[in-house]
């Protein structure tokens, strides 16, 4: 089984899309429940990844699991996974999210179900193959892939503007993709190898074995920046994800925010950090200050919002700039950071999404002045909310806190950005604490209102979404030593890498 743990990984879920297309008769909620199950024997097929648990050594730095075979000879394309310390603990996010994802359509979604069923466990198969994928071209394949489903699932079941949302979320990331898929062509030209192996490529790099001229480094990195920067969302390239958050379902949204904006601060990891040192040294300035404006816009944007989801959705923008920061410091412990915060941003964003679809199921608005005295009506959720909600603005004890110091600690002691940059990050703290504060209590807080009164409490379904989430929120918050170790390796040797070039300017 060790030997193709990921390809089982990865395909498994594309697996049960097909069953879910193919088998004739399935009712809506066999299909649910099949759903369900699939992707908990995703889940549990990746349980052995977690370190201490089977095949995954974390004092390993390089790449564990590998599955490498010729796919495409004539063009030099393999088909190649592995796993190391940066991708591990963003393959068991995906893996974990899922069925809580796909448990959250059973009281959302009651059209075109098996479709829809589907669609997830295929859009699980394409980012788990983003995370995984060693070869240049299949990484390229599974990060197309990943805007198929996606584009269906807000385009089918989002809001009265999901066509809109649609189009701008595909236009913004396919017409950026274009970009890093002609740097990909280069680099295999220049290389001249006949391969498309990262690992590779990267080896001949540190060992100077391959050279690229400074200028054309840095034009390839900025098309692998436009990417990702999309992905991401970095400012001013965001604009597409408040529509696609606003149209899409809840699941939709929870998955988009849990895991596929995570691809883009992972393709800065994996491949500009790696492939162009140099140049992420020259840009590293310039990308921090996109970062605190994200930082400081999304949160006074997210202030100015009446509707619940479109809050949550600026926050995201502000909340990922930090990952951002913690990238670009270029030093061990701001890429540390911002890994964590990646899973950090993944469990309380999208169990933020799920906690504002509970109540949209109830009333059919998420406009903040239509609710009041949640607290009173709704204990259960307003307590699970309460602690979600402390968990995005970065309490301590809770995992938000641990990511953003991290991150905060590698900006501070970064030879490219430094202390301004870590207070711009400091700032937006404590503006994220202003505007969920202000949300919670205007939405729990207060008199109960006529329309709110007969809200029913969370259910026993709902519950059992947001209990996974939340117990990993404070276990990361109390102990993520073993969180850290696990990718501690990894992350080092990436760093060692860009000693070099950080300690000659």
């Not at 996606?150 to 274009?178: D, E, H, N, Q």
């Amino acid at each position: 089984m060790q030997s193709f743990l990921l390809s089982l990984i990865v395909w498994l879920p594309l697996v049960g899309a097909l069953v879910l297309l193919f088998i004739p008769g399935l009712s809506d909620r066999t299909a649910k429940r099949l759903a369900l199950v699939w992707s908990l024997a995703v889940f549990v097929v990746s349980l052995p990844l977690v370190p201490g648990l089977g095949f995954y050594n974390a004092s390993e730095p390089g790449l564990q699991l590998v599955e490498r075979v010729p796919w495409i000879a004539r063009f030099g394309v393999d088909y190649h996974l592995a796993i190391d310390g940066i991708a591990l603990w963003l393959v068991l996010l995906t893996t974990f999210l899922t069925p809580i994802t796909i448990l959250s359509t059973f009281d959302s979604v009651h059209t075109r179900v098996r479709s829809f069923e589907a669609f997830m466990l295929a859009l699980e198969t394409g980012m788990l193959g983003v995370f995984l994928a060693q070869d240049l071209f299949l990484f390229y394949i599974f990060w197309e892939f990943t805007l198929v489903p996606m584009y269906f699932l807000i385009g089918i079941w989002g809001g009265s503007r999901r066509i809109y949302a649609t189009v701008k979320f595909f236009l913004y990331t396919f017409a950026a993709s274009v970009l890093m898929l002609l740097a990909i062509i280069a680099l295999y030209v220049l290389w001249g190898r006949n391969s498309f192996s990262l690992p590779d490529m990267v080896a001949a790099i540190q060992s100077g074995q391959f050279v690229l001229d400074q200028n054309l480094a840095r034009w390839l990195f900025l098309a692998f920046f436009a990417a990702f920067a999309v992905k991401v969302p970095l400012w001013p390239f965001h604009s597409w994800l408040p529509d696609a958050h606003t149209e899409a379902p809840t699941a939709g949204s929870v998955i988009l925010a849990g895991v596929l904006l995570k691809l883009g601060g992972y393709g800065f990891i994996r491949f500009n950090l790696q492939l162009f040192p140099e140049a992420s040294r020259y840009f590293a300035f310039a990308i921090g200050v996109l970062a605190v404006i994200g930082i400081i816009y999304g949160a006074w944007i997210a202030y100015a919002q009446t509707d619940i989801k479109k809050l949550v959705a600026y926050s995201s923008v502000s909340h990922l700039g930090f990952v951002m920061l913690g990238i670009f410091a270029l030093n061990p412990i701001g890429i540390h950071g911002a890994i964590l915060q990646m899973v950090n941003h993944g469990l309380s964003t999208g169990a933020l999404f799920l906690i504002v679809g509970m109540i949209y199921e109830r009333r059919h608005t998420r406009e903040i002045d239509a609710f009041g005295g949640l607290w009173k009506v709704m204990p259960v959720y307003t307590g699970m909310s309460l602690l979600i909600i402390m968990s995005s603005i970065g309490l301590p004890a809770l995992n938000g806190f641990v990511g953003e110091a991290t991150i905060m600690f590698g900006t501070l002691s970064s030879q490219v950005l430094g202390w301004e940059f870590a207070a711009f990050g400091l700032l937006g703290v404590i503006l994220s604490a202003v505007y969920l504060l202000w949300m919670f209590r205007r939405v729990m807080m207060g008199d109960v209102n006529q329309a709110t009164e007969k809200m029913r409490d969370a259910t026993r379904l709902e519950i059992a979404m947001l209990v996974p989430v939340i117990a990993l929120i404070i276990l990361i918050g109390l102990y993520p030593t073993p969180f850290f170790q696990a990718m501690d390796q990894s992350v080092t040797a990436l760093a060692n890498g860009l000693a070099p070039v950080v300690a000659t300017r």
